[in-house]
């Protein structure tokens, strides 16, 4: 399987709640990104947190990410209607280029 | 605009018939990567390019071929394209600092061998 690992795999929530997913990794990575991607176009980088960092804000999103569990979340708070997407996390190989990508959280928010 | 481009974005074609996606970007990145995506799953790469003539496999690069004789382009190389090429492939780069940078993608090439 791959390296990253998303879940929930889907998630249907309520316009105005909060939206959290989980994201495992196997390797030593320097850091974890968060991607997004609107059905069948290109990703759109969110949010990079690097490994000496515990927790990132960029607006409505919020990143932690736990090197000793290897595992990184996702929260997006008062979620909308566009951010309906598909939810990916990526990481590099520490000591070579090798990328990796989760299969993705399938978000939809209802209006 | 920095950006990455990908050539042709929709390509329709028969087994056995060699072709060439193309991919460049106005950066002057350093690293390169191909991925493809199919249905339901997330990117999985195929090919990478840390710089110019330095190329290695990803976790899926049966199939394919890639070359890197410039900084800006890394094309992707079906040499016998079969059906189980089918796929959405993305082109990605980013820049020296693997520590710290974001990868940027291309919008996507829809390939259909049938």
């Known amino acids: ?7 929930p795999q ?3 929530i309520q316009e105005g709640e909060n939206a959290t997913m989980n994201c495992s990794y196997k390797t030593s990575i320097n850091n974890l990104q968060w991607y997004r991607q609107n059905s069948g176009r290109g990703l759109v980088h969110l949010i990079l947190i690097r490994s000496n960092e515990r927790e990132k804000h960029s607006g409505r999103l919020r990143v932690t990410l736990d090197t000793s569990k290897k595992s990184s979340s996702l929260l997006i708070t008062a979620s909308r209607a566009a951010d309906t997407a598909s939810y990916f996390c990526a990481t590099i190989n520490t000591n070579a280029g090798k990328s990796t990508f989760g299969d993705g959280t399938t978000l939809t ?3 | 605009e920095a950006q990455v481009t990908q050539n042709p974005r929709y390509l329709i074609t028969v087994t056995g018939k060699k072709l060439t996606v193309t991919c460049s970007q106005n950066m002057n990145h350093e690293y390169m990567s191909w991925y493809r995506q199919d249905p339901g799953l997330g990117l999985r790469q195929i090919y990478y390019s840390m710089n110019v003539e330095v190329t290695d496999k990803g976790d899926v690069p049966e199939g394919y071929k890639v070359s890197r004789k410039e900084k800006r382009n890394f ?4 040499e016998s394209p079969s059906p189980n090429q089918t796929s959405l492939y993305f082109c990605a780069s980013k ?9 940027f993608f291309g ?3 829809r390939l259909t061998v049938l």
């Open chain 1, 109 to 111: 928010v209802k209006p």
């Open chain 1, 10 to 12: 889907a998630l249907s």
């Open chain 2, 75 to 78: 094309p992707l190389i079906l």
């Open chain 2, 107 to 109: 919008p996507g090439t």
């Open chain 2, 95 to 103: 820049g020296e600092s693997l520590a710290g940078n974001e990868q």
């Open chain 1, 1 to 7: 399987s791959q390296q990253g690992e998303e879940d």
